[in-house]
């Protein structure tokens, strides 16, 4: 304890003057303009501007950014520029430029394009919105609509220059697509929520919950951000990651942020949930992890991270329960702490990449490990305890020259029995939820996107998503399924081992969103899905084709990639 002691006392007897600012969500609108914006102006963001790999990104850096960015031999298109207003306007309350003031309001109602109600003050700043989302349409594998009507409030601000604050509420009723209705009867979780409410109307499975997250946010100095509540993380450069992902429900955790000259580190310390269906009226087992993450800018264009979790529990079979404070060291190696222990923890080490070049393209990468003998390695015998996920993938921005058409490919490979542990309560799972990539391991999988923006507020996005994994039957543990504990006796074969094996299964996700922003943050969007999977087995046989209409309000793209 006496580590985060230092550190606090560090934090907050050096504090500064520095506006504070609170993050913008994840898989935001922004997200891609920002990734945009920094291939093409030539330069990595610094770390003090923001860090593409180390999401979420906070507003009043962006703010900065965007009113520094250097137009001058980066060539815009006329819909660039819009974007570059949008990201002014979207963060008003830091930004210099006027972009953000509406020509009309009514009793402070929509003074600020981007706030139903906003206030600015030199001691604090106060935005609300309401938070929406609108959706019916139908699947061909179901004979009735599919919904979510999702309402709720969103609250952000800070006060004074050091501290900021952001919470949001809502309820939402969903009726589910065939495949997220299958996900929910197998797990009794749906991705991304907590405890859900379900009951069947005529043989319709309807869900109805309550949604929350929210964070105070400290800093005391321009280098150290300090940021607190219930919500998720992403840690990584593309669609999907190996590190840390939102893919698992909302949960607490603390993180801290440091960005000085070339380098960003960042500390995530959280407590997730071992959610057992079987249990349901109970509160479930906790389980903790901690997370070391940090990159540096080694040249304007190449930037290299490493990466370090643990993840352990402490509240079932041990004397000593709660969070184990020798995981509070912010600057400590992992791994000889967890061997020094003799303990059960699970601990994934990794490393990543990315190079952005010719002011067109950036190429993508990282590799985790959890386990390996280096004599088996060499050796190729399939050894079970050969444990590896790695990605790579290609962005390219103006294809061929067509302005604001961009796409991306992305290669995801995980050996079988990746982040799992023999003891199944130091799985890398939260809520029954994988908290890296969601299809867990023992796959391989490409992913394609192509982004298209012909006009300021139209907008045009392909996915497809094709994955290979075998499949378990009968309780068998191949190594896809991560929640599951293993040792040698408990799987098949404890050599020649391959990815995809088990029952083998393909997986085919392919759909087309087709967004119009009818005024800031309000889209109306028409999706077009088609998932497919086909087996060796009948049983893991589905296909289905869905359409959907959608109303969204501040609210991101509802998707379903699994």
Not at 39 to 46: E, M, P, Q, Y
Not at 238 to 261: E, I, K, Q
Not at 283 to 292: E, G, I
Not at 379 to 407: M, P, S
Request: charged share 20%; aromatic share 16%.
């Amino acid at each position: 304890m006496k580590h985060l002691y230092t550190f606090l006392i560090f934090c907050f007897t050096i504090t500064q003057a520095i506006a504070q600012g609170t993050y913008i969500p994840l898989n935001a609108y922004s997200q891609h303009i920002l990734d945009r914006f920094e291939i093409k102006s030539g330069r990595l963001a610094l770390p003090q501007e923001f860090n593409t790999t180390a999401k979420a990104y906070q507003r009043n850096r962006i703010a900065n950014y965007t009113d520094s960015f250097n137009i001058t031999g980066t060539k815009l298109s006329k819909v660039d520029y819009f974007n570059l207003d949008y990201l002014q306007s979207d963060n008003f309350e830091f930004t210099k430029a006027e972009s953000g003031l509406s020509k009309t309001q009514l009793f402070g109602i929509y003074k600020y394009k981007p706030a139903f109600y906003g206030l600015k003050h030199p001691d604090f700043n106060l935005i609300i919105n309401p938070v929406t989302i609108l959706q019916g349409g139908f699947d061909t594998k179901l004979d009735h609509i599919i919904r979510i009507n999702n309402r709720g409030v969103e609250l952000r601000g800070n006060i004074g220059k050091s501290l900021g604050f952001y919470t949001t509420f809502s309820n939402e009723i969903i009726a589910l697509n065939s495949w997220t209705k299958e996900y929910y009867t197998k797990n009794y979780v749906l991705p991304g929520a907590s405890f859900l409410k379900a009951y069947s109307d005529t043989n319709i499975l309807t869900i109805n919950h309550n949604t929350a997250s929210g964070y105070i946010v400290y800093q005391p100095n321009k280098f150290i951000d300090v940021q607190m509540g219930h919500g998720r993380n992403f840690l990584g450069n593309g669609f999907r990651t190996f590190y840390l992902s939102d893919f698992s429900r909302d949960h607490f955790f603390v993180r801290a942020n440091t960005r000085f000259w070339r380098i960003n580190y960042s500390n995530i310390w959280g407590q997730v949930y071992d959610w057992n269906p079987a249990n349901q009226r109970n509160l479930p087992k906790r389980h903790y992890y901690a997370t070391t993450y940090g990159n540096i800018n080694l040249s304007k264009n190449f930037n290299f991270g490493l990466f370090q979790t643990v993840s352990f529990q402490r509240d079932s079979g041990y004397s000593n329960k709660g969070y184990d404070l020798e995981y509070l060291n912010p600057i400590i190696f992992y791994k000889p702490i967890e061997n020094g222990l003799n303990s059960p923890d699970k601990v994934i080490l990794g490393a990543d990449f990315k190079y952005n070049f010719a002011r067109h393209f950036q190429l993508y990468g990282q590799g985790v490990i959890s386990e390996f003998r280096i004599k088996d390695m060499i050796a190729r015998n399939g050894w079970f305890g050969n444990k590896w996920a790695t990605q790579v993938g290609l962005k390219y921005i103006d294809v061929f020259g067509a302005k604001n058409l961009d796409a991306q490919y992305e290669l995801n490979i995980a050996r079988p029995y990746m982040y799992t542990s023999f003891n199944a309560l130091n799985a890398y799972v939260n809520y029954n939820q994988n908290m890296a990539h969601p299809l867990g391991a023992n796959f391989i999988e490409h992913v394609a996107i192509l982004r298209y923006q012909p006009a300021n507020r139209i907008s045009l996005k392909g996915t497809f998503i094709f994955a290979t994994y075998g499949n378990d039957t009968n309780g068998s543990n191949w190594g896809k399924n991560i929640a599951l504990a293993y040792n040698s006796k408990t799987i098949p074969k404890e050599y020649g081992n391959e990815i995809t094996q088990g029952v083998k299964t393909t997986l085919l996700i392919s759909d087309l969103l087709i967004s119009y922003m009818i005024k800031h943050n309000l889209f109306i969007d028409l999706q077009i899905a088609y998932r497919k999977t086909n087996s060796e087995l009948n049983q893991f046989k589905t296909e289905a084709l869905i359409v959907n209409g959608t109303i969204r309000w501040n609210f991101n793209e509802r998707r379903w990639d699994f």
